[in-house]
């Protein structure tokens, strides 16, 4: 097995031992209140991104639809990786995708970390690509936003792809850069 077959296949060990905890939970809970509980988290991200950035509400309100994620993540040594759960909604027709995460990062760090992630899509063709295909994230996602007054286009958000915008939260505010590298966002098949 070659070095870089290893590193993924310890890289992908961790990422399942991070996700057999909420494997046990989740069998505990009826579809219906992990639906609930999914909602409620989504929920949550948006109150705190409304506290820490106001015009947020109007970019969402405004837009086709959005997706709310909050993932839990673990990072020892040169591997590491996370977990999440979300939702996706149209605004248009109030339909509710519920979907999940998955991340894995190489290099050095220790630590465990939350974040939340809200996606904002200005077209329903995007937020439907998001749904139906899911999205990833790779190695070269990382983004500074530009400073207030700068050109940035919306205040606190960064632009992922044309029509896609990204505000991500952690324990001390709104990220002013994007970190999910190795992310993957797709339907979570159990609740929908």
Partial sequence: MTSRRKTLARLLGITAALALPGVSMAAELTKA??????????NS?????????????QHIAGAAGY????NF???IFVAGGGTGEGIAVDQKTKQETFMKMVEIQAGLGFGVKKVSVIFVFDSHELLRRFIDSGWEIGAQGTAAA??????????GALSVAPGV???QLTDKGLALELTAKGTKYYKNDELN
């Fill in 165 to 167: 915008w990204i505000y």
């Fill in 73 to 75: 993540g673990m990072k």
């Fill in 67 to 70: 997706a709310a994620f909050s």
């Fill in 33 to 42: 209140e992990k639906r609930a509980e999914v909602r409620k988290t989504a």
């Fill in 146 to 155: 530009m400073a207030p007054g700068a050109g940035a286009a919306i205040n």
């Fill in 45 to 57: 991200a948006l109150q705190r991104l409304y506290k820490l950035q106001p015009r947020a509400r």
